[in-house]
C-alpha cells in the first residue's frame, strides 16, 4: 500500500528557532512535494523536488529551504521560525510520469510557532 | 496562468441528499482534473481524476465529467453519507508546469442525520 509518512503530527516551536519537517516515502516516487494549508487559502505550494538533490521553488518559498538527499526523503527546513508560520504542513509524493500522476499525501503536520 | 475555482462553503447537507461542489478552470492548454478529499484529522487522498475531456472520473459513488467547453469539473453524489462529510479540493494539473498541481480553495462538507 502507497505510504508517506511525516515525522510528527504535532509540533511546538519558538520563534527562531531552526525547525526540521520530515517527509518519507516508500513507492519510489521521483517527485516530491511541501505544502502548507492555511483556513481560506487552500493549499499553497512551498517546494518540490523532481529529483534527487533537485529542488525548485513553489509559490511561497520565503523563509524555508529544502532538502532530498535520498530518494524517498524530503525535508522542509524553517532556518528562523515565526509565528506567521504557524500552519499545517503537508508533504505529497507522486511518480513522476506525466500529466496524469497522482500525489499522494502524508498525514500532515501541525505547526504551532509561539 | 492556472488557476481552479471551487464554490465556497460551507456546504451542510442531510443524509441522502443530493451533493453538487462546483469547479472551474482556466488553463492554457488541456489539463488533467482531479478532485481530493481531506477527512478529519487527516492528508489529502484521490477521490477521483479525469485525464482528457468528456471523461467520466467515479469513485464511492463520486461523479465528475471534463467538461472541455464550459472548463467544468464538478462533482456530484446523488445520496450522501455521514461519512462523507470531509473538505473537498478541486484540482488541476498541466504536464508543462513540472507537474505541480494547482488547487481550488476547497469545500467543507458536513453531512447529519
Known amino acids: 500500500d502507497v505510504k508517506v509518512t511525516q515525522s510528527s503530527r504535532y509540533l511546538v516551536k519558538r520563534t527562531g528557532e531552526k525547525v526540521f519537517l520530515e517527509c518519507v516515502q516508500d513507492?519510489?516516487?521521483?517527485?516530491m512535494f511541501w505544502y502548507r494549508q492555511d483556513p481560506g487559502l487552500g493549499l499553497r505550494l512551498i517546494y518540490f523536488?523532481?529529483?534527487?538533490?533537485?529542488?525548485e521553488k513553489g509559490d511561497i518559498p520565503e523563509g524555508y529551504s529544502v532538502s532530498r538527499e535520498k530518494k524517498e526523503r524530503f525535508s522542509l527546513i524553517l532556518e528562523s521560525a515565526s509565528t506567521n508560520q504557524t500552519s499545517m504542513y503537508l508533504c505529497?509524493?507522486?511518480?513522476?510520469?506525466?500529466?496524469?500522476?497522482?500525489?499522494?499525501f502524508g498525514p500532515g503536520t501541525r505547526l504551532t510557532v509561539l | 496562468g492556472n488557476s481552479v475555482t471551487q464554490m465556497e462553503g460551507p456546504v451542510t447537507l442531510s443524509e441522502e441528499a443530493f451533493l453538487t461542489i462546483n469547479c472551474t478552470y482556466t488553463?492554457?492548454?488541456?489539463?488533467?482534473l482531479f478532485w481530493y478529499v481531506q477527512y478529519p484529522g487527516e492528508g489529502l487522498q484521490l477521490l477521483l481524476k479525469?485525464?482528457?475531456?468528456?471523461d467520466k472520473g467515479s469513485n464511492k459513488g463520486f461523479e465528475a465529467t471534463y467538461r472541455k467547453e464550459t472548463t467544468s469539473f464538478h462533482l456530484e453524489k446523488g445520496s450522501v453519507q455521514v461519512s462523507d462529510s470531509a473538505v473537498y479540493f478541486c484540482?488541476?494539473?498541466?504536464?508543462?508546469?513540472?507537474?505541480?498541481?494547482?488547487f481550488g480553495k476547497g469545500t467543507l462538507l458536513t453531512v447529519n442525520p
Open positions: 505529497a509524493s507522486s511518480p513522476g510520469t506525466g500529466q496524469t500522476d497522482t500525489q499522494y
Open positions: 513507492m519510489d516516487h521521483e517527485n
Open positions: 523536488s523532481y529529483d534527487v538533490k533537485m529542488k
Open positions: 488553463a492554457t492548454g488541456y489539463p488533467s
Open positions: 479525469a485525464t482528457k475531456a468528456d
Open positions: 484540482a488541476l494539473l498541466f504536464g508543462g508546469s513540472n507537474y505541480k498541481l494547482t
